[in-house]
């Protein structure tokens, strides 16, 4: 009885949290839109040079930018995906959660190692003569290396679960 009430408050927990989810993406797909209706007007583009950004930086700000928002919507679409799952299944031990934590823990590891040589290389290519250096996020790192051995600890839940469903 108390894991069934368990499992049923996790199930609300994650479907409500599945609505935030798609609220917030819907807010900052809408901050998207109004950042490039901005960006790509004529006016917009004085204002930015005029504010003493030198025009090379603008495009290699707005590469960054893009990719950075790529990688935060794709997370939250995978976070949604296991957040539904999770509140329809009977468990939430299935392979199929299993993929999408380690979507998620890869999705972060790119945050956290490819977007800072992303930033070098093309602040590289628009300032050649200057010096470059990484920096790696390490607490992306970390956060990567959690939650890929989170989805190992559910690999091994999705196995006793097999394990207990095979001795009933």
């Not at 390490?138 to 999705?158: H, T």
Request: proline share 4%; aromatic share 8%.
């Amino acid at each position: 009885m108390n894991e069934n009430f368990n499992l049923k408050r996790l199930q609300t927990i994650c479907r409500y949290g599945s609505y935030c989810i798609i609220i917030i993406m819907a807010l900052l797909l809408l901050l998207a839109v109004v950042v490039a209706i901005l960006l790509f007007s004529p006016e917009s583009w004085q204002e930015i040079i005029d504010s003493g950004i030198p025009e090379p930086e603008i495009i290699p700000i707005m590469i960054i930018l893009i990719t950075t928002s790529i990688i935060m919507l794709l997370v939250l679409a995978i976070v949604y995906k296991l957040m539904k799952a999770i509140s329809k299944e009977r468990t939430p031990f299935t392979i199929k959660n299993v993929k999408y934590i380690k979507s998620i823990s890869i999705l972060i590891l790119i945050a956290g190692l490819a977007v800072p040589v992303l930033e070098n290389l093309v602040m590289k290519i628009a300032y050649p003569e200057a010096e470059s250096s990484i920096s790696i996020n390490f607490f992306m790192v970390l956060a990567a290396i959690a939650m890929y051995c989170l989805s190992l600890v559910f690999q091994y839940g999705v196995y006793l679960q097999n394990e207990s469903d095979q001795t009933l």
